[in-house]
């Protein structure tokens, strides 16, 4: 079954940072690109980033909203996907999500069910 | 700030048909046939409707289907049912490498 699951997220303080991880399973990982999202209490979807799969380099995109605070990066040898989060803000607790991108077309046909982080002093 | 605009929310009786608008630019929708469109029931997460404009994913219901004019996509949903109703994005590659959704609607099945 192909399956992703995110994990890391929790409570911290403003200022701090947060390393969350999405562990993929079911398929061959490395082909891949893979997406992060997130979506505050209430609110609407927001795409973070994504990383290329290592047939397209791994390099990375960011949301201007995270660009320079946010980092993506991968360990195909574990099929895991992380999301680097540093100088968290409040706006930033949100649930965040990963997604599997059909590279080319841009769809995410494969989504974790995500991990919330809550940004709080 | 949402980079596509969507009705806030849209209502419809059950087997009737309703759509659902997704309007862009000449830059991201109207420059690509790459907008997707996700339902997403509380709590959940999203689940991939149609990809490509118009194209639907192996196990999707045939009541959904897409469309695309100019820099305004659709979603239509035929013989609405009560399990249809959930929140809507549209998702588009907006050019430069970067993507963006819709703000999101909210269909209510009455």
């Known amino acids: 079954e192909v399956q992703l699951v995110e994990s890391g997220g929790g409570l911290v303080q403003p200022g701090r940072s947060l390393r969350l991880s999405c562990t993929g399973s079911g398929f061959t990982f490395g082909d891949y690109a893979m997406s992060w999202f997130r979506q505050a209490p209430g609110k609407g979807l927001e795409w973070v980033g994504f990383?290329?799969?290592?047939?397209?380099?791994?390099?990375?995109e960011y949301a201007a909203s995270v660009k320079g605070r946010f980092t993506i990066s991968r360990d195909d040898s574990k099929t895991i996907a992380y999301l680097q989060m540093n100088s968290l803000k409040t706006e930033d607790a949100a649930v965040y999500y990963c997604?599997?991108?059909?590279?080319?077309?841009?769809?995410?046909?494969?989504w974790g069910k995500g991990t919330t982080v809550t940004v709080s002093s | 700030q949402s980079a596509l605009t969507q009705p806030a929310s849209v209502s419809g009786s059950p087997g009737q048909s309703i759509t659902i608008s997704c309007t862009g630019t000449?830059?991201?929708?109207?420059?690509?046939?790459?907008v997707s469109w996700y339902q997403q029931h509380p709590g959940k997460a999203p689940k991939l409707m149609i990809y490509e404009v118009s194209r639907r994913p192996s196990g999707v219901s045939n009541r959904f289907s897409g469309s695309k004019s100019g820099n305004t996509a659709s979603l239509t949903i035929s013989g609405l049912q009560a399990e249809d109703e959930a929140d809507y994005y549209c998702?588009?590659?907006?050019?430069?490498?970067?993507?963006?959704f819709g703000g999101g609607t909210k269909l209510t099945v009455l």
């Open positions: 997604g599997r991108v059909e590279w080319g077309s841009y769809y995410l046909d494969v």
């Open positions: 000449s830059s991201d929708v109207g420059s690509y046939n790459l």
């Open positions: 990383i290329r799969g290592k047939p397209y380099g791994g390099t990375t």
């Open positions: 998702f588009s590659y907006a050019g430069s490498s970067t993507l963006g």
